[in-house]
């Protein structure tokens, strides 16, 4: 069964880039979309983007401007980049697959997740 | 419009059934999906589409939608089921968006 793992830097100092990667395993990445999602500490969710394998991308409005999600079929992984931060994007950042083959619609399976604190 | 309304927190005695809302305008659209948060877990899916289950969910978990509101029914909620639930839709441009959360309390 599909698995994935999210990984990257537990810490980010403010103004500068988080980076995460999410490897998925037990499947492809292919012809699926793949989405990443936060939770800060104590409060919902929150979904940030999605890709598809092929590339297309679609971002959350509220942070469109900051967010790139790149995908490496070669190594079935794809990866969150959220320029910028400040402490209101500490989080923890979850990877799911998005939905059935060519389309997207419901999280399912999810990764374990990984805390991200932006503090200096 | 892309919110979801729930209502913060629900209780129910064990052995009962509790109903747990969500409301927007794109549910009159779109399906909503369910997922499970126990503390210190990643959550999990339990109903997505018109009512289905993924593999492994129990049957008292369901799903139905009428209007701007669906509601996942927990039918003889058991002490596991304590958590956290969230709804999620999307709007016409395929962005995703989530509800605010329940927290269920098994009494």
């Known amino acids: 069964q599909v698995q994935l793992q999210a990984s990257g830097p537990g810490l980010v100092k403010p103004s500068e880039t988080l980076s995460l990667t999410c490897t998925v395993s037990?499947?492809?990445?292919?012809?699926?979309?793949w989405s990443w999602i936060r939770q800060p500490p104590g409060k919902g969710l929150e979904w940030i983007g999605y890709?598809?394998?092929?590339?297309?991308?679609k971002y959350n409005p509220s942070l469109k401007s900051r967010v790139t999600i790149s995908v490496d079929t070669s190594k079935n992984q794809f990866s969150l980049k959220l320029s910028s931060v400040t402490a209101a994007d500490t989080a923890m950042y979850y990877c799911?697959?998005?939905?059935?083959?060519?389309?997207?619609?419901?999280?399912?399976?999810w990764g374990q997740g990984t805390l991200v604190t932006v503090s200096s | 419009s892309s919110e979801l309304t729930q209502d913060p927190a629900v209780s129910v005695a064990l052995g009962q059934t509790v109903r747990i809302t969500c409301q927007g305008d794109s549910l009159r659209s779109y399906y909503a999906s369910w997922y499970q948060q126990k503390p210190r877990q990643a959550p999990v899916l339990v109903i997505y589409?018109?009512?289905k289950r993924p593999s492994g969910i129990p049957d008292r978990f369901s799903g139905s939608s009428s209007g701007n509101t669906a509601s996942l029914t927990i039918t003889g909620a058991q002490a596991e089921d304590e958590a956290d639930y969230y709804c999620n839709s999307r709007d016409s441009s395929g962005n995703h968006f989530f509800g605010g959360g329940t927290k269920l309390t098994v009494l």
């Open positions: 799911a697959r998005d939905g059935v083959p060519g389309a997207p619609g419901w999280f399912d399976p």
């Open positions: 037990g499947g492809s990445i292919s012809s699926y979309y």
């Open positions: 589409g018109q009512n």
């Open positions: 890709i598809y394998f092929s590339g297309s991308t």
